[in-house]
């Protein structure tokens, strides 16, 4: 019956997902075929960080689901075969040639070069790549050729003896040796290869010193680096993420070129009117705004759906609320932005938890929101804490240095690695566009708190735009550090308005 060809239609087009074993038999299988996490990542299109999950009893979905599926239905059959062979006696009592080598789980990201390739380091070949970075394992054989090794007879027992610490290093190593965390030890700082040093260093030489072709050249790569930064920095770390999650329908475009459901909260706000006078306005520009707002509260696995007027702060995601009336609009800005409709609307994390916060006892600025419905996930702040650091790290030394290549490749990373979190064609390691809103509003809500603190300290907020802009009037350097480090404030522009009682006059072009 015709009634019928639709549901016809949509069971012939429906598929069942392919079933997977468990996680430890996955990791298993891997293991036993010598193959590093890393090796099957990049057979699979995945980053290592995303096949650790599976292996930690996460799910792949979609098409890359079957991708994995295959490889471990091919892994099984593979390693039977090798076994009914040793046990007819056809492998004799050698291993298979390809199962000499074993890879430490320590050092899954760490793979055999069938050819010597130039360490990102030092530029000599090196036999060995981590994360898919040729560089050396030994420190020692970085910068100069590997050393002849001693004769055994020729090296000198020690005589010196044991001495202890002297008074007052308790804590810090005798040597002098800088250490750094990775996973849940420590090694020397000058173990850690510092890849985007390594990188700009070899752009650099690519381009014989152009500077700017070798920064041209870096931003065009900013988004893999930055996601091969992000999987080194991962390593060793205490949560898995689910790399390309199902999404719910208010993360779904609602046209080919339209937007989701989601409102971020960005602030385009200016003061109505300001006292009798002329007054001299310092636009104050906030800097690396997106670097510091990766510090936010993220949902690692895939997000689920619950309903109630109810937060738990050990998760994070997406919030339908009816937001409070905001009656302060004549000196701070709305915490939800300008919004012409009325009504409830899906807000993130950060916008819930500042709402939340500034309708508490502390501040009683306005009543607490009303939450209808929420998609959210197990959560953490630290997700991305070591991502950041590096990048902070390296954007301060490039100041210090007046190193400007440096300093526009790690702009680029951060920034466009926020942009492309979503499903984007430049970026297919990573798809989580609730994690795109949710580090887009922490920016904005960083925003908000700049001027909730000039407000309290005393200044007149005059104008909050974007994420990194604040006017105001009065000694701003009491408030805020000038600088340009991530903590401090630089001036974009100073101008005056007004001689009379009136509206905030615009400010000239190039301070907005």
């Not at 050092?107 to 530029?123: E, H, I, N, S, T």
């Not at 010193?209 to 390593?235: C, F, Q």
Request: glycine letters at 8%; one cysteine or more.
């Amino acid at each position: 019956m015709a009634e019928f060809d639709a549901i016809d239609a949509l069971l012939a087009g429906a598929r069942q997902e392919i079933p997977l074993p468990p996680a430890e038999e996955r990791r298993r299988l891997r293991e036993e075929l010598n193959l590093a996490r890393a090796q099957l990542a990049q057979a699979l299109g995945v980053s290592a960080s995303t096949v650790g999950g599976w292996e930690s009893g996460r799910e792949p979905g979609g098409e890359v689901r079957e991708k994995y599926a295959y490889f471990l239905d091919g892994a099984r059959t593979k390693l039977e075969a090798a076994t009914a062979a040793a046990a007819d006696g056809e492998l004799g009592d050698d291993k298979p040639a390809e199962a000499e080598q074993t890879v430490d789980e320590d050092d899954a990201d760490v793979d055999v070069l069938a050819a010597p390739q130039p360490c990102v380091l030092c530029g000599q070949p090196a036999h060995h790549q981590v994360e898919g970075f040729p560089q050396h394992l030994d420190p020692a054989n970085c910068g100069t050729p590997a050393p002849l090794p001693t004769p055994p007879e020729k090296v000198a027992p020690r005589t010196e003896p044991r001495q202890s610490a002297p008074a007052g290093t308790l804590g810090r190593a005798a040597s002098g040796v800088k250490v750094v965390p990775v996973g849940r030890r420590v090694q020397a700082a000058s173990d850690t290869p510092d890849l985007i040093s390594s990188a700009v260093t070899g752009a650099l030489a690519e381009h014989a010193g152009d500077v700017e072709a070798a920064t041209a050249a870096l931003v065009k790569r900013a988004i893999p680096d930055a996601m091969a930064l992000l999987d080194h920095t991962r390593k060793g770390g205490r949560y898995d993420v689910v790399a390309h999650p199902w999404l719910p329908d208010i993360l779904r475009k609602q046209t080919a070129r339209g937007a989701d459901q989601v409102w971020e909260a960005r602030p385009k706000w200016s003061r109505p009117e300001l006292p009798a006078g002329e007054h001299e306005i310092t636009a104050l520009d906030i800097n690396g705004a997106y670097l510091s707002a990766l510090k936010t509260h993220l949902p690692l696995g895939q997000l689920e759906h619950s309903t109630g007027n109810h937060h738990d702060r050990r998760r994070a995601g997406l919030h339908l609320i009816t937001p409070p009336v905001w009656d302060h609009g004549a000196y701070l800005p709305d915490p939800i932005g300008n919004r012409d409709e009325p009504g409830p609307l899906w807000v993130t994390e950060p916008t819930l938890r500042l709402l939340l916060r500034v309708s508490g006892p502390k501040y009683g600025l306005c009543d607490p929101p009303q939450i209808h419905e929420s998609w959210t996930s197990g959560a953490t702040e630290g997700l991305l804490e070591k991502f950041r650091i590096a990048l902070k790290d390296a954007r301060e030394r490039a100041i210090a240095d007046g190193d400007e290549v440096t300093l526009e490749y790690v702009k680029a990373m951060y920034s466009k690695f926020v942009s492309t979190l979503g499903e984007s064609n430049y970026n297919r390691e990573l798809y989580r566009t609730d994690w795109m809103h949710l580090i887009r509003s922490q920016a904005f809500a960083n925003l908000w708190w700049k001027a909730h603190r000039a407000y309290d300290e005393g200044l007149l907020v005059v104008r909050a735009m974007g994420t990194d802009e604040l006017h105001v009037i009065g000694d701003w350097r009491a408030v805020f550090p000038e600088g340009r480090g991530v903590t401090e404030v630089k001036v974009k522009d100073i101008y005056s308005v007004g001689t009379d009682p009136g509206t905030v006059n615009e400010p000239p072009e190039d301070a907005s």
